[in-house]
């Protein structure tokens, strides 16, 4: 399986489409989820190219790991949330849809289910979002 330089999210981190950015560092970025399961669902991408852990190096993961887990505090601090997934596909038989190493976070709260996949947000909402998490990192 070999990298594919056209993946969206290859797309995104060279901003030929648009993406609602919530962070980023020398290594890593963090975007909001055009479809988001639930309120602050975001994805944390490596800037180099990966598809998935099974060919990332360790620089890669710890670099990833390390935004993710400074993203995760600032979802629970910006949606007064009780928990936060975090999940990871690897490959289409993995349930990954597309072919460049990420991690989505989602806030959690109890007794709330996360939403069906594939449905497109609301962009106002997307956007309100993503600026609470701001704020909560730059708190
Ligand atoms: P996975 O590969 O882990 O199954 O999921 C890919 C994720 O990327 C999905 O949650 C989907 O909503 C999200 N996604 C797909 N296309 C775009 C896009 O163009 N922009 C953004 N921000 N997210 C996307």
New binding site residues.
Partial sequence: MTYDDDN??AK?LREE?P??RVYEDDDTLV???????ADG?C?VIPKTPCRNILDASEAQLAAVMRTAQKVARAVMVAFDATGVTV???NEADG?????HL?F?ILPRHADVSLRP??KMGDMAAIQAHGDQIRGALGR
Avoid: C
């Fill in positions: 969206i999210f995104i489409i993406s609602s975007f909001m989820d055009i479809m988001p399961r669902h994805l999940q990871q596909f349930g990954q849809e597309v072919f990420h989505h996949p594939g």
